[in-house]
């Protein structure tokens, strides 16, 4: 299979962008149907309390109220959801849809109202009375792991759902007896609110002619909900059909499976209506999943020359009250990058998955990289602060060297490809690194707070080979179908929402077949019309499901070729094709045939031999996951009297391999950014002592907008993956991953005056303030 090439690299806006911004798209809470009913939930105003009795009579007895139930009503009629283990000894407790027994965080649903209205729906639920008896709440991560203040979940010892180690412990510890240099420091990652501009919200539909459910639902994964619909509510699979439509942002928030869509289900089914529901920012705030929320004690071992020999990691991971589908898996990954871009002997990286009185965490844009990026990209500053080494001199000493790939780590994955010191290089040449260090300097020596920092990373997407993803394979699927009229269809398993893959994906067959580009649509996010599919995340949608199309379009190439020779009365080698047409090597005056023309004998009147038609369905299952790196570097200003933060540069150079729309990869960029600097400077999630959610509203808790971020100049480097057909290495995360430790770098180097090394984010304008008054 030849690599894509011709259209591909065009840089072409966004062909989903007018329906988007329009108005004229169609999400989820959009959608009609005729009698519906509105479901409201009920939800936890306790962190830690046991349930002692639930009345329900007067909300049943409520003009318009079709049903309430709670959990016992579900008992032996819906499973448990869904969750992934992972490690040897994960304990996953019970987790029902609507709890029973006891709450476990502020937000868990107690009961559910459905009625003709969604005002109904909600004033009945004020009727329903709950009797709790409070307990102690579990907030405190550390104190968590000693079993204290008390356990969530009876039968799982201090709190602790799991250790996950990777690594060499023996082999670290001796890097570390050798050392010339030990550097450490404990890292805090806070926990952070995927704030999608979509909330959660389904549309179930009950088909009773048919014994058939359609849910029409805000996610990531329509297959895998299918599957999890039909697996905890015992309706066979190919009777549940799932769609995505619209989707207003996921970041890995709706790679999930939520109890409001079983109970939505079950509640069409019961009640032969369809069942709506959509979300409230609050609701959002307290209930989607959570990302990061990860401790981190981090030694890193070194000779006086900067060599590295090993880091050892020590982690407490902030799951929440239950795991969801992939939070066990989240902290893993953090292990499994803990090496970052370097080249070191020996690593160790242990992890405690703590059960907390919170909402479940689990994949956030980024899922588990970006903290490990964190604590590495520091810990390298810190250690060239203590020998008193340029930031870019520790990391260029330390890179592995790009005639090392594949590269095996220490800590258990293989590198595809990299070139580390090309990205570093441009970036210190965009940057105009020496003349920003003298300014810096100068700026100092006057007073002034200003500081440079750099964060170079590499990271694992392309999520990925079925042989890394044990519990869910990872492949993925797409069809292409040529239709009569010589118009081309794509089906894509991979499910986009707002990547921008019809537009890429669209590119790509019109660059194969000399289509116009307008010619070509794709289909996705319907388990109705599409071969199974994993979905988009970890940034595998085009690395993967791209490949997956790539294959589609050579099977159907083939076979066109095939048809074409037969019409051109030659031999299929002596057939080429170029500019929408099929002609004869050599044969005078031009004979030629379009691919319309092609498509068409397809169809109609097609040759004995030949199964008639033109469309292909192929999988792809790549070798092994990707590895996209680069370095970002940025220069800030404290301003002395309020702590405010102002940006005097910021430059990202990354490499995602060959990039088929460099205006979307550029997108996917800004976007990573824009939440990196965020958690950096801005977001927060915080719960009091007591377990009560904080930061319950947006006027809690901050989402930057605009103006609050820093003009980017971007470049890249492009190293192919050779773990696909097209070079391609992902986009989605790299902004989020490398901008995070860059930014608090340069705020720290801002503050290294003040002998201060290390100051829990977000770095608010009062925390710096204090910092530079000793306060």
């Given at each position: 299979m030849g690599a894509i090439s011709g259209m591909v690299g065009a840089r072409i806006k966004r062909r989903e962008d007018p329906r988007l911004i329009t108005g004229n798209a169609s999400y989820t809470d959009d959608f009609k149907f005729v009698n519906m009913s509105y479901a409201h939930f009920l939800r936890s105003d306790y962190a830690h309390a046991r349930i002692k009795s639930i009345d329900t009579s007067a909300a049943k007895k409520h003009p318009g109220v079709l049903a309430v139930l709670t959990g016992e009503d579900l008992k032996g009629k819906a499973g448990e959801m869904v969750a992934v283990p992972f490690g040897a000894n994960c304990i996953i407790p019970p987790h029902s849809a609507i709890t029973s027994d006891k709450v476990r965080y502020v937000g868990e649903v107690v009961a559910v109202v459905i009625a003709d209205d969604r005002a109904t729906a909600r004033d009945a639920s004020e009727l329903i009375s709950v009797e709790y008896e409070e307990l102690p709440a579990v907030v405190d991560i550390e104190e968590a792991a000693k079993g204290l203040p008390a356990l969530v979940h009876d039968g799982i010892p201090n709190n602790i759902g799991a250790t996950l180690e990777f690594g060499d412990a023996a082999k670290t510890k001796e890097a570390f007896a050798n050392a010339e240099v030990i550097v450490e420091q404990r890292f805090n990652n806070q926990r952070l609110a995927p704030s999608p501009m979509e909330g959660r919200g389904c549309v179930a539909v009950w088909q009773k002619g048919e014994d058939a459910l359609t849910l029409y639902t805000s996610t990531q994964i329509p297959h895998y909900t299918r599957t999890f619909l039909a697996l905890t509510l015992s309706i066979p699979e190919h009777q549940v059909r799932v769609v995505a439509p619209e989707v207003g942002g996921g970041f890995g928030a709706k790679l999930n499976y939520y109890p409001e869509e079983l109970v939505c289900a079950y509640a069409a089914r019961k009640l032969g209506r369809p069942v709506k529901w959509s979300e409230t920012r609050s609701e959002s705030l307290a209930s989607m999943i959570h990302g990061r929320g990860q401790i981190d004690y981090v030694r890193i071992a070194a000779n006086k020359d900067g060599t590295i020999l090993g880091i050892d990691i020590t982690a407490y991971q902030d799951i929440g009250a239950y795991y969801q589908v992939l939070t066990a898996c989240i902290s893993a990954l953090t292990g499994l990058m803990a090496t970052g871009a370097y080249?070191?002997?020996?690593?160790?990286?242990?992890?405690?998955?703590?059960?907390?009185?919170?909402?479940?965490?689990?994949?956030?844009?980024?899922?588990?990289r970006p903290?490990?990026?964190?604590?590495?990209?520091?810990?390298?500053?810190?250690?060239?602060?203590?020998?008193?080494?340029?930031?870019?001199?520790?990391?260029?000493?330390?890179?592995?060297?790009?005639?090392?790939?594949?590269?095996?780590?220490?800590?258990?994955?293989?590198?595809?490809?990299?070139?580390y010191d090309i990205a570093l290089d441009k970036a210190l040449e965009m940057f105009d690194y020496a003349n920003m260090q003298k300014m810096a300097a100068d700026a100092r020596a006057n007073g002034r707070y200003v500081g440079i920092g750099m964060s170079?990373?590499?990271?694992?997407?392309?999520?990925?080979?079925?042989?890394?993803?044990?519990?869910?394979?990872?492949?993925?699927?797409?069809?292409?179908?040529f239709e009569k009229t010589g118009k081309a269809t794509v089906f894509s398993g991979a499910s986009p929402h707002g990547q921008g893959q019809e537009t890429s994906f669209a590119q790509m067959v019109a660059t194969e077949f000399g289509l116009d580009y307008n010619d070509v649509i794709v289909k996705h996010g319907d388990t109705g019309n599409t071969s199974y599919g994993l979905g988009t995340y970890g940034s595998r949608g085009t690395a993967v499901g791209g490949a997956a199309l790539a294959m589609a379009i050579e099977t159907v190439k083939e076979k066109a070729r095939k048809i074409a020779a037969s019409m051109l009365e030659a031999s299929e080698e002596d057939v080429v094709f170029d500019t929408g047409k099929y002609t004869v090597k050599g044969a005078a005056g031009g004979k030629s045939v379009t691919i319309q023309e092609v498509v068409f004998r397809a169809y109609v009147?097609?040759?004995?031999?030949?199964?008639?038609?033109?469309?292909?369905?192929?999988?792809?299952?790549?070798?092994?996951?990707?590895?996209?790196?680069?370095?970002?570097?940025?220069?800030?200003?404290?301003?002395?009297?309020?702590?405010?933060?102002?940006?005097?540069?910021?430059?990202?150079?990354?490499?995602?391999?060959?990039?088929?729309?460099?205006?979307?990869?550029?997108?996917?960029?800004?976007?990573?950014?824009?939440?990196?600097?965020?958690?950096?400077?801005?977001e927060e999630v915080v719960y009091d002592s007591d377990g009560q959610l904080v930061t319950g509203t947006l006027m809690d808790y901050t989402v930057p907008n605009a103006t609050e971020l820093p003009h980017f100049e971007l470049g890249s480097t492009c190293t192919p993956s050779p773990v696909n057909p097209m070079g391609v290495k992902g986009v989605g995360e790299a902004g989020t991953i490398a901008s995070t430790p860059c930014v608090v770098n340069a705020l720290m180097d801002a503050l290294i005056n003040t002998g201060i090394k290390d100051i829990d984010m977000p770095l608010r304008p009062e925390k710096l303030w204090r910092a530079i008054h000793g306060k």
């Open positions: 080249d070191m002997p020996a690593a160790y990286f242990k992890v405690y998955n703590v059960i907390t009185n919170k909402v479940s965490t689990d994949a956030y844009r980024g899922a588990g903290e490990a990026t964190y604590f590495i990209e520091r810990i390298v500053t810190l250690l060239a602060n203590e020998l008193g080494m340029d930031q870019a001199e520790i990391r260029r000493k330390n890179f592995i060297p790009k005639e090392k790939f594949p590269f095996a780590t220490p800590v258990g994955l293989t590198y595809d490809s990299g070139d170079s990373y590499s990271e694992v997407c392309g999520m990925g080979p079925s042989k890394g993803m044990f519990t869910s394979g990872g492949w993925e699927s797409a069809t292409l179908r009147n097609p040759f004995d031999g030949i199964e008639p038609g033109l469309e292909s369905t192929r999988f792809f299952e790549p070798t092994n996951f990707t590895f996209p790196f680069g370095t970002h570097i940025c220069a800030v200003e404290i301003d002395a009297d309020t702590g405010e933060v102002k940006f005097l540069k910021y430059v990202a150079v990354d490499d995602v391999g060959n990039q088929i729309n460099p205006l979307l990869v550029e997108g996917q960029v800004h976007g990573g950014l824009a939440q990196g600097i965020a958690q950096a400077l801005y």
